[in-house]
């Protein structure tokens, strides 16, 4: 079974700085690894999807990498800002294997404060 | 954009009712899901469909059945409500092909009595 690790839990920090988020998983056989934000009480929205051919994605101030040997992606944010704050949760959907088409394997999520 | 409408964003229901949470998808997604989030337990699947009548139980399938009889929608089913079913319910869509990744809804509330 896919496991799927966020380090850290919860991150506050000061507005402008540069962050590194991560997120490990244990099954390097996957399809693609997506980025996702959730706002308190919110549903969750699509940052960016890295697929398992691809070294990184950009959007903005968000850079998403991933190193599929290793089982490590990483999402930076650059010059962060309040706006910021809220969940960040790593997920991946691992190769087709009978019935686990299509779904993916959650992190916990890191927890983002960014303060003025 | 890909929309993902979950038909109730808060429910209070009462012990023992049957519960319907409905979604629907409007980009002829394959694939839908059901998840429930509770603090400390991150989002656990219910139960996933990759075909219109197709289905299979996620981690979690106990108390919950599903219907898709329509390619756009996914309806998750509560046959009696306990409180021990109080969560946040997130439906996803994604294609089968998985270009663009899953899109979630807004998510349902749902508090039982």
């Known amino acids: 079974k896919q496991e799927v690790t966020q380090i850290p839990a919860a991150l506050s920090v000061p507005e402008g700085e540069n962050l590194v988020l991560n997120c490990s998983f244990t099954?390097?056989?996957?399809?693609?690894l997506q980025w996702f934000r959730q706002d308190p009480g919110k549903g969750l929205t699509s940052l960016l999807l890295?697929?398992?051919?691809?070294r990184e994605q950009t959007s903005g101030r968000l850079n998403a990498s991933l190193d599929k040997s290793s089982g490590r992606s990483t999402l930076y944010i650059a010059a962060s800002q309040p706006g910021d704050s809220a969940t960040y949760l790593c997920a991946v959907r691992l190769e087709y294997r009978g019935s686990t088409l299509g779904r993916l394997y959650f992190g916990r999520g890191t927890q983002l404060t960014v303060w003025p | 954009d890909v929309k993902v409408t979950q038909s109730s964003r808060y429910l209070v229901k009462r012990t023992g009712e049957k519960v319907f949470l409905e979604c629907v998808q409007d980009?002829?997604?394959?694939?839908m899901f059901w998840y429930r989030q509770d603090p400390g337990l991150g989002l656990r699947l219910i139960y996933f469909s990759y075909d219109v009548k197709m289905k299979e139980k996620g981690d979690i399938p106990e108390g919950y059945s599903v219907s898709r009889e329509k390619k756009e929608r996914f309806s998750l089913i509560l046959e009696s409500a306990s409180t021990n079913q109080t969560s946040m319910y997130l439906c996803?869509?994604?294609?089968?092909?998985?270009?663009?990744?899953?899109?979630f809804g807004s998510g349902t509330r749902l508090t039982v009595v």
């Open positions: 980009m002829d997604h394959e694939n």
């Open positions: 996803a869509s994604s294609s089968g092909v998985d270009i663009y990744g899953y899109t």
């Open positions: 890295i697929q398992s051919s691809q």
């Open positions: 099954d390097s056989a996957i399809y693609n």
